[in-house]
């Protein structure tokens, strides 16, 4: 994790070097907003993953607790879900209207 670290460090010492850095920061940004919400939809699935899995277990063992339990789950997948697009919407930011330029 520190090499990768400083490969990050390093390679960001050119982006902001020389007569190429407006082109550098746009790359940059793109692989960084790639990467991010990459990273944001495999966490929300293992999250929505992981809370219909709890629900369906819940309910197999009350099944009298399954209305209670399935809009609990629905609330608790709204707010995953929020996260990503949160994600998203900072994705946009960076490769529209990017603040480091």
Known sequence: ????????????????????????????????????????????????????AATIAGTARNPGLGSKLMTTMFIALAMIEAQVIYTLVIAFILLFSNPFL
């Open 1 to 52: 994790m520190k090499k990768l670290f400083l490969l990050f460090l390093a390679l960001g010492a050119f982006a902001f070097a020389g007569e190429g850095g407006k082109e550098m920061i746009q790359a940059y940004s793109l692989a960084g907003a790639g990467i991010g919400v990459g990273l944001a939809a495999i966490g929300g699935g293992i999250g929505m993953g992981h809370t219909a």
